[in-house]
């Protein structure tokens, strides 16, 4: 199953010859837990870790293969962040995505080899969504050949870029390009922050950290301002657009070449959500079989709670979800490297797609796993609500996806921009031109849906009728936007006022593809038991998540009363046969108790003695009278007793 998970039984092999060999490192591992440090300590902790990573990286892992190195990150640095975060995760990809083969060569195999450690600085205090409404500038001096960087007031600031505050010495910039007073709009530029001797911010560059947050707070996520700060022409990002020496301006093959840095996280973020979801969903279904609590039977002892169908009902979905994600975020990342090699050579005509389908998955998956981490919090109880369950630090890491990289809303609507498209493909009768993604809305679907109604259909009526509801919400809300347009409406006003039911539209296409993925993916597989087990997982998924959204279905007459009925049982059925396998399919995912920081997901299920342990070990409980005693409780109480 591991193999299943991580794409092949030598990657889940790797993984884990890498945690054995961590285990055997101890000045990897975290000095305390981190939830008895303040955020100066993680971030020091954080730092230590990381430079001795860098030393004995090659002797843990191949560190050309991605996948090797963010597993040791995640094992060794944790979920929280680290000092070079962003530089993996955005400032190299924009470099390799955006940079010249010359620039490249200049900058890239120094940040590799970590001799600087850089961010991407797009967001601003006034805008973060909006892109056109960036308000930093870098306006070309065509006499020195420089490009001026300037922040024109406070709401012009960079504001929240990961590692910009305290670590990162360059950033890729995003900035308004101004050549001979014409605005180009956002570009990328590679900028110095500062000195690579002293860490100084160079002159001209206001700098620092934006404070603490709700997770994630070993990130130093940052502000900046530019004082008419120069840079060198050459410094803008050129594979795609050049300005020559004389302002000349190419213009790149796509308009939003420049936001493929994005593109790039939103693409990978769904299997990191799906790692997160899958951890938080461990933690709380390994707690599940060893807490008792309550009879089912009055007759028979006190049962381990996760044999309360409740219980199962709060967690099982959600293991399917997380193994959905994982196997949609793998063919996501696929069709990403896919589009890059093109778009490399010159072929941009799929970026639309992409741009599509990650912007969909990016705002269900994000959310979902919010959903599904919140649950397995709420399933361990109170001990779910102590830090030592980690539960809800994953979910503040993990929910912190719901808005960077693109606002879920925000990003939907970009989704329902394509669908729109699309259905109006369908309405004029060219359905011929509709891409692979969404050819099913020029297809005529049955009158009802067959889900129960034809033995041995397998899969293919549950697709059919997300297929179904899919289209009619895309057809019904693309005609009540086209409708309002008729009537007069301006088409920005008119996109407002059908928006919620446009971003419906986007759910139910995205969680039609995350289906099929799985769909897909079991078709696959050929060991027996493995897909068995992964049969029940998406028969459960399947039923659950179209009870989810029957209302689409049922409205329409699609399904019917007893069909509902039908699939309610079906969930049921499944909750009950993943019931022997649930921990099983949690514990596949391998997670070692380093990564999973948890004292009530520890492997061995030695929760009890183990918490008490860790409340033991809290700070608090150094000193049995504490200076906040001394000093005001005590002297209040003694003058109340006067
Ligand atoms: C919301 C966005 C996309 C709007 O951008 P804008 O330029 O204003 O778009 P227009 O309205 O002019 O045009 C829309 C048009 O463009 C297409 N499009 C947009 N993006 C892409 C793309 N990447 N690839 C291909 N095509 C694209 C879109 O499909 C429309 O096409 P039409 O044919 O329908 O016209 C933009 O403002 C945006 O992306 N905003 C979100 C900002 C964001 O994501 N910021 C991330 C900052 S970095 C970060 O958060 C890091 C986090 C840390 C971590 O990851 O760990
Ligand atoms: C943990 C974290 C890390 C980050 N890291 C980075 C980083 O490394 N680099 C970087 O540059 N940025 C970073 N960001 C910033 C992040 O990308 C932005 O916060 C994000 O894109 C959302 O933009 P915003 O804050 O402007 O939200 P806003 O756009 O102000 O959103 C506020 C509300 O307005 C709604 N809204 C806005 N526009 C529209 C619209 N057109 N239609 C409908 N509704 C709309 C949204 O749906 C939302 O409900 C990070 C943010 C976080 C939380």
Not at 56 to 63: A, E, F, N, T, Y
């Amino acid at each position: 199953m591991a193999a299943q998970i991580w794409g092949s039984e030598k990657r889940a092999r790797r993984r884990r010859e890498i945690s054995a060999k961590i285990a055997q490192m101890p000045e990897l591992h975290d000095s305390k837990p981190l939830p008895f440090m303040t955020r100066e300590e993680k971030i020091m902790e954080s730092a230590r870790k990381l430079t001795i990573l860098t030393e004995k990286m090659g002797q843990i892992i191949d560190p050309t293969d991605p996948a090797e190195l963010y597993h040791l990150n995640n094992e060794v640095l944790g979920l929280e962040g680290n000092p070079m975060a962003l530089h993996g995760v955005m400032f190299i990809p924009a470099l390799s995505a955006q940079a010249s083969d010359e620039q490249q060569a200049k900058w890239l195999p120094r940040a590799l080899r970590r001799e600087i450690i850089g961010t991407y600085a797009q967001t601003e205090l006034g805008h973060g969504t909006n892109l056109q409404n960036l308000e930093t500038t870098a306006t070309y001096d065509l006499a020195t050949q420089e490009f001026v960087l300037h922040t024109p007031q406070i709401t012009a600031l960079k504001w929240w870029p990961g590692n910009l505050g305290k670590s990162s010495n360059y950033a890729v910039v995003v900035a308004h390009m101004i050549i001979k007073a014409k605005n180009y709009g956002p570009h990328p530029f590679m900028v110095q922050l500062r000195d690579e001797k002293t860490h100084e911010p160079l002159p001209g560059i206001t700098i620092g950290d934006i404070g603490p947050k709700m997770a994630y707070n070993i990130v130093d996520n940052g502000f900046l301002g530019f004082n008419k700060y120069r840079i060198p022409r050459t410094n803008l990002l050129m594979r795609h657009t050049k300005v020559e020496a004389d302002g000349t301006y190419i213009k790149p093959p796509h308009a939003k070449i420049n936001y493929s840095a994005m593109v790039h996280v939103r693409a990978y973020m769904l299997t990191g959500q799906a790692i997160m979801l899958a951890s938080a969903l461990n933690i709380a279904t390994r707690y599940s079989s060893v807490r008792r609590q309550g009879q089912i039977d009055k007759s028979q002892p006190e049962v381990k709670v996760l044999e309360y169908q409740t219980q199962q009902h709060r967690l099982f979905p959600s293991i399917a979800r997380a193994y959905a994600f994982q196997f949609a975020g793998a063919e996501t990342v696929k069709l990403y490297e896919h589009v890059l090699k093109e778009m490399k050579s010159g072929n941009v005509s799929l970026m639309a797609d992409l741009h599509a389908l990650t912007s969909g998955l990016k705002s269900v998956v994000t959310y979902q796993t919010g959903e599904g981490i919140e649950q397995a919090r709420m399933a361990c109880g109170g001990h779910g609500y102590s830090m030592a369950s980690y539960i809800s630090e994953i979910y503040g890491v993990a929910i912190g996806g719901c808005t960077y990289e693109g606002e879920n809303m925000v990003m939907l609507l970009q989704l329902a921009r394509y669908l729109v498209k699309s259905a109006a493909l369908v309405k004029s009768g060219q359905s011929s031109k509709l891409g692979p993604l969404v050819a099913y809305l020029g297809v005529k679907s049955e009158p009802t849906s067959l889900i129960d109604r034809i033995p041995n259909s397998g899969f293919t009526e549950y697709v059919k009728t997300f297929q179904h509801v899919s289209k009619r919400q895309t057809l019904k809300a693309a005609d009540m936007f086209f409708g309002l347009m008729e009537k007069g409406e301006k088409r920005e006003i008119a996109w407002n006022k059908c928006s919620v039911e446009l971003n419906r539209a986007s759910r139910l296409h995205t969680r039609l593809f995350i289906v099929e993925a799985f769909v897909r993916r079991v078709n696959e597989i050929a060991d027996i038991r493995i897909k068995e087990a992964l049969t029940d997982l998406l028969h459960l998924h399947v039923n659950y998540e179209l009870l989810d959204i029957a209302s689409y279905a049922l409205e329409d007459g699609f399904l019917s009363a007893s069909q509902l009925d039908y699939i309610r049982d079906q969930v049921y059925l499944y909750l009950g046969k993943i019931r022997p396998n649930a921990v099983s399919l949690l514990d596949s995912w391998e997670f070692s108790d380093i990564e999973l920081r948890s004292v009530l997901g520890r492997r061995d299920g030695n929760v009890y003695e183990n918490l008490f342990k860790w409340a033991k070990s809290s700070p608090l409980n150094k000193t049995d009278v504490l200076s906040s005693v001394t000093q005001y409780l005590k002297p209040m109480m003694e003058k109340a007793r006067l």
